[in-house]
Antibody, heavy 126, light 107 residues
Framework: EVQLVETGGGLIQPGGSLRLSCIASGLTVSSNYMTWVRQAPGKGLEWVAVIYSGASTYYADSVNGRFTISRDNSKNTLYLQMNSLRAEDTAVYYC????????????????????WGKGTTVTVSS | DTQMTQSPSSLSASVGDRVTITCRASQSISNYLNWYQQKPGKAPELLIYAASSLQSGVPSRFSGSGSGTDFTLTINNLQPEDFATYYCQQSYSTPRTFGQGTKVEMK
């Protein structure tokens, strides 16, 4: 069974740091595009960061320079290191596999998040 | 960044109804458009990718259409388990932005 399990959430003071983990089973993290998505309380989904199979990384403007996405291939685990946390970073954080589909008519492959974890809650508050 | 705008933000419907949700991109994204369903307290689930391809295991009452900037998610014969929030997401460029969501509520 393909499964993603997020851990590491909790209550943290503004300005603090936290590292989230996403342990994968049934899929190989290093062979896939892996993404972090968050959802603030009562709000919609916000794309946060992606790491490509080739290890390139991209971030939302809202977290660029503060968050770092990475992976440990030996542990088959995805991470999100979050520094300089702010109240507006309070959210449920989901990891997801960004599956690769066929190549579309613009020459790019289709990507879609087909496997999600249950999420871990981060609360930034004093 | 490509902005995604969904309408309506919420709607009321009854079991058996046909429901249509629209999603508009701020620039052309061809058909690099995905739809997700999210129920309260749960992770999102993929419904449709590449604008109109049904994810495995998703009931055929769900369908998607569109290309360029305008897209539609249609739910035929709405079932009790379909009351949820629906999100579109573009996968044409990074950041892979989501729409703000459409909540489908029971009338």
């Amino acid at each position: 069974e393909v499964q993603l399990v997020e851990t590491g959430g909790g209550l943290i003071q503004p300005g603090g740091s936290l590292r989230l983990s996403c342990i994968a089973s049934g899929l190989t993290v290093s062979s896939n595009y892996m993404t972090w998505v968050r959802q603030a309380p009562g709000k919609g989904l916000e794309w946060v960061a992606v790491i490509y199979s080739g290890a390139s990384t991209y971030y939302a403007d809202s977290v660029n320079g503060r968050f770092t996405i990475s992976r440990d291939n030996s542990k088959n685990t995805l991470y999100l290191q979050m520094n300089s946390l702010r109240a507006e970073d309070t959210a449920v954080y989901y990891c997801a596999r960004d599956a690769k589909g066929e190549r579309g008519n613009r020459g790019y492959y289709y990507y879609y998040m087909d496997v999600w974890g249950k999420g871990t809650t981060v609360t930034v508050s004093s | 960044d490509t902005q995604m705008t969904q309408s309506p933000s919420s709607l009321s419907a009854s079991v058996g109804d046909r429901v249509t949700i629209t999603c508009r991109a701020s620039q052309s994204i061809s058909n690099y458009l995905n739809w997700y369903q999210q129920k309260p307290g749960k992770a999102p689930e993929l419904l449709i990718y590449a604008a109109s391809s049904l994810q495995s295991g998703v009931p055929s009452r769900f369908s998607g259409s569109g290309s360029g900037t305008d897209f539609t998610l249609t739910i035929n014969n709405l079932q009790p388990e379909d009351f949820a929030t629906y999100y579109c997401q573009q996968s044409y460029s990074t950041p892979r932005t989501f729409g703000q969501g459409t909540k489908v509520e029971m009338k």
